[in-house]
């Protein structure tokens, strides 16, 4: 936490009480979500997310609460892991920090580029999904030379971050473009929760052991009330 | 004190070791008492499973809490990634942490069924009084634990939510902003917030909840239940003195409460493990952002359970005051006209509802908001004295009855949803109809539960073989 002056403690929590006396529901102005393919299940398409994940966004963003050991869950081996995805100086067993500088980033972005371990959770709304935000966030980058960055966004307007894969873009077809901003959304969106998968396939045993029991205390249930008249 | 019981030195080892114990401790005693020899009306429909499943739930929280805490760390720097570290690292964590999230919601679901099946059946009249308020208390405990427990994952909506709701403690005249800060710890919420709310969380207020729930269950055995039909099963007893409509709750009750939690933990278990986060109603999206105290979202609003109250909170605007003025002198007018009384107490009240009114006048509309909060939860408290029906169960009331009950329903359904909402003119015009509507029911009560043509109650329950 910053440690903040007694002043700049008054002034935040006046600005605070008249913010919430005047909620502004300005709701967030940008284009409608497209729906994000679901390739939750499929590791090739998971890995190739987790590929472009830690080449292009790791240089900016973390996932401070994501290990590298955990990628092998989607079928990586910790020898694939170290030679391919490590970032320099990190070990297999640490979680995924940016290669950035935060204070850099700052004076040259405006703002913190967002963790982004779990922001496929943070990002669903009213529009759909995170995944179909970050799918449609991710494919709306355009050119705005009255931009800093030189680029601008559909889906969110004024975005501070400039379109990292632009180049990635122009040497694709916009199918090739679309399949891999879909696994790297699929990345993110199984990031976000790892343990998913193992949830839902838990899940069932848990339901078909529960419908069992339902159906022996009913008839322990009946058994015993049928006496009562 | 019971005289020393010998057992025969033929007897089983079980038999023995249960007559040592009984002479040191009633266990037998207690188990009759409250099992086998505790009567229950047998005429329980489905509504009467809500009470066992709520002691099921804080079964479920106390004890994924326990494991949860092992883990957490209540510091504003690490709180919320310890929750993702609980959700990652440590094996079943995500399990016990969605039990608990999901506990949270499930237990406000059968709380809510719980009460309105003693609205139905009138089981807060005599002699259950203090059974409601132990009750109304637990309730009261409960929204403060989960509000308290709210703020723990130090996400965006737990942060403002927390924020808003302390803030309110402000609008209280003199000594709400030292009140603010006393329950911060600090000028906004911050580390030292997180540290006492984690305090009360653990440790406090389920030693309360915990003392509240014995005494409810106390008092509830030695009256005995209420029933669908609202009759008292004692008044009509055999040669031994059992009730002749009564059945021992154990096994009778018991296998019916398995079977009951089997269903609630299909139910459960499903949202546990397929719908976590119920679409952003049991965990909010926003709250998957870590804690940003300078950056307010754009909508913030409480969880679903709180949201009927904090739509009470928002309705009163400057406008409604007006209205709520002119309910007050109305009430002063009609109870000074109407009611017989001594003309003392005639002046008491007309003076009164001035006094009321010219704080209304004098006082900003946010800290009657907060009254109005406060007040749709404390207004529950009094529903043993506001009902006059002659009768207790719904069956037996005048059919504008139960559609007035399905009314209040309805409205509290629709002021629910409306608190999640952004606010807006229809919204703020339907919520403040919502509003009178909510504490007209109650406080006009005692007038209207006496009207109509009431059906004659029978003097033996309404059962049917199964």
């Not at chain 1, 371990?117 to 009255?146: C, E, K, N, P, Q």
């Not at chain 2, 070791?17 to 009306?41: C, G, Q, V």
């Not at chain 2, 106390?62 to 510091?75: Q, R, S």
């Not at chain 2, 679901?109 to 637990?138: A, D, N, Q, T």
């Amino acid at each position: 936490m910053k440690i903040m002056g007694f002043t700049q403690k008054i002034i935040l929590g006046v600005a605070m009480t008249l913010g919430l006396a005047g909620a502004v529901q300005a709701a967030a102005v940008g284009a409608a979500w497209d729906k994000a393919p679901n390739r939750i299940n499929d590791m090739g398409a998971l890995q190739s997310g987790a590929k472009v994940f830690v080449n292009y966004c790791l240089n900016c963003h973390s996932a401070a609460f994501m290990r590298y050991t955990r990628l092998t869950d989607i079928g990586l081996t910790t020898d694939q892991i170290k030679d391919n995805l490590l970032v320099t100086n990190s070990k297999i067993g640490d979680t995924m920090k940016a290669a950035i500088d935060p204070t850099q980033a700052k004076a040259w972005f405006g703002v913190n580029p967002p963790d982004l371990t779990v922001i496929a959770r943070s990002r669903a709304g009213a529009g759909g999904t995170g995944a179909d935000y970050l799918y449609s966030y991710m494919r709306g980058f355009y050119r705005d030379d009255t931009k800093p960055t030189g680029w601008n966004n559909h889906v969110f307007p004024n975005v501070a971050m400039p379109h990292v894969l632009w180049e990635l873009q122009s040497s694709m077809s916009p199918g090739e473009y679309d399949q891999t901003i879909g696994d790297l959304v699929n990345y993110l969106q199984w990031m976000a929760e790892p343990a998913q998968t193992t949830r839902k396939n838990i899940g069932i045993w848990v339901l078909i052991f529960l419908a069992g029991l339902i159906f022996l205390t009913w008839q322990l249930n009946k058994a015993y009330w049928k006496d009562i008249k | 004190m019971a005289t020393f019981h010998e057992i025969s030195p033929n007897a089983s080892a079980g038999a023995k070791t249960l007559n040592w114990i009984d002479n040191r401790f009633p266990l037998s005693k207690l188990f009759k008492e409250h099992m086998s020899e505790y009567y229950a009306p047998k005429n329980f429909n489905i509504w009467y499973i809500f009470g066992s499943l709520s002691l099921l739930v804080l079964v479920i929280q106390i004890v994924t809490g326990i494991f949860l805490v092992m883990h957490y760390k209540p510091d504003a720097a690490l709180a919320f990634g310890s929750v993702e570290y609980i959700m990652r690292d440590v094996p079943w964590g995500w399990l016990i942490r969605y039990m608990h999230s999901t506990g949270a919601s499930a237990f406000f679901v059968v709380v809510y069924l719980h009460m309105f099946r003693g609205l139905m059946y009138g089981s807060y009249r005599k002699p259950r009084e203090l059974i409601w308020l132990f009750g109304c208390g637990i309730f009261l405990a409960l929204m403060a634990e989960a509000f308290m427990g709210y703020l723990l994952p130090w996400g965006q909506m737990s942060y403002w939510g927390a924020q808003v709701i302390v803030n309110l403690f402000s609008a209280i005249p003199f000594i709400g902003p030292d009140l603010a800060l006393l329950i911060r710890g600090d000028f906004v919420v911050g580390d030292a917030t997180l540290n006492r709310f984690f305090s009360f969380h653990v440790i406090a207020v389920p030693l309360v909840l915990l003392g509240l729930v014995v005494a409810h269950i106390i008092a509830l055995h030695e009256i005995g239940s209420n029933n669908p039909d609202g009759i008292e099963i004692k008044a009509t007893k055999d040669a031994n003195g059992i009730p002749l409509d009564g059945i021992p709750f154990h096994p009778y009750y018991s296998v019916h409460d398995v079977f009951a939690v089997s269903m609630f933990l299909f139910v459960f278990s499903a949202i546990v493990f397929f719908a976590p986060e119920m679409g952003g109603y049991f965990l909010e999206y926003n709250n998957f952002i870590p804690a940003n105290p300078f950056q307010t979202p754009l909508h913030i609003a409480p969880v679903w359970y709180f949201t009927p109250f904090y739509t009470l909170l928002r309705a009163v605007t400057s406008e409604m005051m007006y209205v709520l003025i002119g309910c007050v002198l109305v009430g002063a007018v009609l109870a000074v006209a109407k009611i017989k009384m001594p003309s003392l107490f005639k002046a008491v009240i007309a003076g009164g509802a001035l006094v009321v009114v010219a704080m209304m006048l004098a006082i900003d509309a946010k800290f009657w908001g907060v009254v109005a909060m406060g007040g749709g939860v404390v207004i529950l408290f009094f529903l043993p004295w506001l009902d006059n029906s002659p009768v207790k169960s719904i069956r037996y009331r005048p059919t504008w009855h139960k559609v007035l009950y399905g009314a209040f329903v309805i409205n509290f359904f629709i002021i629910g949803y409306l608190g999640t909402q952004p606010v807006s003119v229809i919204a703020g015009r339907i919520s403040q109809f919502g509003t009178l509507f909510y504490f007209g029911f109650f406080l006009l009560m005692p007038w209207w539960s006496r009207l109509g043509t009431f059906k004659q109650v029978p003097s033996r329950v309404n059962f049917t073989a199964h």
